[in-house]
């Protein structure tokens, strides 16, 4: 596992996701994938609760990954790298625990384990890949699906907004907390380098536009995930010891008239496709409150 990089190129060629994976076309977990491989090399056992990634990874021996994995229960990802954390060095065991799970795994059905994992700082690196609904069981509403989004569960759009996983895990007080994009795969490396460098619990909440359930052509993932940046509707930053720092692109986004209008980034997706003038204002409102309340943490 190297250090922070700042070119590509300098990354290593190994292949961490394999070909013949069942993923959909464009999708950004097997991305997301392929930057943990390439950020922890072998130094990762990666605990992969019920998604779209236990799919993708298929079962031994045909696993798609070339990384360590163990497949747990929905609940109990933290649980589960906490007992690996806990017990390593006397069964000598080498690497760090990574969790690797879902927005719903997350923010709902795995949120009490994570919050235990969190509050007793335990020494793992938590990932949240965040495709905003349960993709995997038939694109369900979770409760980070966005205010407005059609879902499954959702039809006439989602009533209730996203809700504020990252600072919820910074308010628990541990060393580190990021978010990041696989739309910028160098400074989520480097995140995820800095976090493999710190003792306790560090969490990094990973957007992924999903085409399958945002309904948009699997070509535009990688410029839908960028485009979130730009209009502010997903914000990047960086927080040691709870004192958050916003990180490129989002710290010239500050400035709410160098974000792109926000309707470049809802038109693409038909899960927004019904939004009304009233809708969309409404996320507007939602995400300058998220701005605003990120800033009271800088
Ligand atoms: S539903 Fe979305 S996240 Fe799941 S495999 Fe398909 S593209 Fe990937």
Redesign the pocket.
Known sequence: MGKIVIRIQDLSKDKYVLPGHS??P?????LGLRYVGMALEEDSILIIPAG?SS??QGTMPKSSLAMRVINVPFASSAAVASGIANVKESLKISGIPVVWAGDGATADIGFASLSGSAERNDDIIYICVD?EAY??TGIQRSSLTPYGAWTSTTVTGKREGKKEMPLLILLHKVPYVATASIAYPLDFINKLRKASTIKGFKYIHLH?P????WRFDPSKTVYIAKLAVEVGAWILFEAEESKVKLTPPSDTYVDKNKRKPLKEYLNLQGRFRNLTDEDIKMLQELVDDSWKLILKFT
Do not use: D, R, S
Not at 26 to 30: H, L, M
Not at 210 to 213: L, Q, R
């Open positions: 993923a959909c464009g999708c950004p977990e097997t779209c799919i993708i495709n993709m995997n992924a999903c085409p399958t359930g």
